[in-house]
């Protein structure tokens, strides 16, 4: 799953539509594209380790992940990183995979968390 977040703000929610490449029987095949990112976007791959939750929806952990990276606006991506598995990745039940991406800018890399 991905999260891509320009640098003026969320434009929808994240889309749980990750690129595979060997789709599975019976499912919609996956398509490939490509987007651009704006200098400052933030790119966030993710498992689903870091958003369900046995007892709620995937809507209401994909909004919990919206609102952490909201309140991480101008920090580099290691940082980023650290801040999202210590605000929701803490489950002991299931495996988290994070990796997190700034696009440089003209002004000089973000501030170190």
Known sequence: MYA?????GWPGSPSPDPPAPNP???RRPYTEGTA??????????????LIERRDE???????????????????DADAICDRLLA???????????????RTATAAGPPARG
């Open 57 to 75: 929806s995937l809507d209401r952990g994909l909004a919990r992940l919206v609102a952490a990276l909201e309140g991480l606006r101008g920090l």
């Open 24 to 26: 599975i029987p019976g």
């Open 87 to 101: 605000q929701l990745g803490s489950r002991r039940d299931d495996d988290v995979a994070l990796l997190v991406a």
């Open 4 to 8: 891509a977040r320009p640098p003026s």
């Open 36 to 49: 651009s990112l704006a200098p400052g976007a933030v790119l966030v791959l993710y498992t689903d380790g």
